[in-house]
């Protein structure tokens, strides 16, 4: 049977300034000046929260779509929590907490989403559910060229587009957990995508969010996943083979490595469902082995573990 341990440093991440600069970005489109100041996030789980944040302190408006009403509770509980945290570490302003607070709203109707100029859809990673996003997304943004991005760890950002009318408007915007502090966004455009959609995509990241980026090809996994997913399903398959118990694989790669926190802590954080779909991802576009999913992982995702956001994954985390 797994074992869990409750991990208080599982909770530690690294701190960072949070000085986002607070201005409207002016971005070239065909020639004209536009600015982006109203931002659509679909989406309000571990990752749509955070960039709705992002987004908020950086003095945009912000409009988030939940899939059902109910959602929309959890999303601003989630949203205000965390903001909180930051008032309570005296690292924001109470009034600038509400200020932000103030520019976002929720919604369950994409409908609502029809003035917006950029849009990060930041839904489960299941692709029908993002392909069906996707094609709301093209029916209702009437900004013929609002930028249409997605927060997908791994799906083919082609796929996105195609289901649009306007696959050279659609980018991959992949950003880091957690959002409001990790600064590397991956800008990703798919051989349908404008090379001015990536500018102004980049130009939107570095410039208004103060992310840094780094420009990837439209490859499963991208840079940072098809490289760090194999080490943290190699991290499984050593539990598995019952070589080392899981506080101890941490431990080799913190005091070890010097990491900031041990792989299987890392899934934790990530998310076990969001771990195993990156390897799917990966192991459909290349066929390699070791991206394919260990079976623990699947049978824990199966189960419901999946990580810090349901309270226990490999370890557990008390509410
Ligand atoms: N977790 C990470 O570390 C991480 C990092 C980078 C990118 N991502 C990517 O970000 C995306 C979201 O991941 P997450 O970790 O936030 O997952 P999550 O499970 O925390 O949140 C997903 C949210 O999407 C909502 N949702 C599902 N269908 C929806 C719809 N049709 N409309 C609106 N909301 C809908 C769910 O209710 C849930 O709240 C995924 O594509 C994932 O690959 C995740």
Do not use: W
Request: glycine share 10%.
């Amino acid at each position: 049977m797994l074992r869990t341990h409750s991990l208080k440093q599982a909770a530690a991440i690294p701190s960072c300034s949070f000085d986002i600069p607070r201005h409207t970005i002016h971005v070239r489109k065909l020639g004209t000046m536009e600015s982006i100041s109203r931002v659509g996030v679909v989406g309000c789980g571990v990752m749509g929260a955070g960039i709705a944040e992002l987004c908020a302190r950086a003095g945009l408006d912000v409009l988030v779509g939940v899939s059902r009403p109910a959602s929309r509770d959890a999303g601003r509980a989630r949203l205000t929590g965390s903001l909180d945290r930051l008032v309570g570490k005296g690292k924001l302003s109470a009034r600038d907490r509400d200020a932000a607070l103030a520019r976002i709203s929720f919604t369950a109707d994409l409908g609502d989403f029809a003035d917006r100029q950029l849009v990060v859809e930041a839904v489960s990673e299941q692709e029908s559910v993002k392909l069906d996003v996707f094609a709301t997304l093209d029916k209702v943004v009437e900004d013929e060229h609002a930028i249409l991005g997605s927060n997908t760890s791994s799906f083919p950002i082609v796929q996105l587009g195609g289901v649009t009318s306007r696959p050279e408007n659609v980018v991959g915007l992949h950003f880091f957990n957690p959002a409001t502090v990790l600064p590397l966004v991956e800008v990703v455009g798919s051989v349908l995508t404008d090379a001015s959609t990536v500018d102004r995509a980049e130009a939107f990241v570095t410039e208004l969010l103060g992310k840094q980026v780094v420009r990837t090809k439209d490859r499963a996994g991208f840079v940072v996943n098809a490289l760090l997913i194999p080490y943290l399903l190699s991290a499984v398959r050593m539990l598995e083979s019952g070589m080392a118990p899981i506080a101890d694989i941490d431990k080799a790669m913190t005091l070890g490595c010097a990491h900031p926190m041990g792989p299987l802590s890392l899934i934790d954080l990530i998310g076990l469902d969001i771990v195993a779909a990156i390897s799917e991802s990966l192991y459909l576009e290349y066929r390699e082995p070791h991206y394919s999913p260990p079976p623990l992982l699947s049978r824990m995702v199966s189960g419901g573990l999946l990580g810090k956001k349901t309270g226990r994954g490999f370890y557990e985390y008390p509410r």
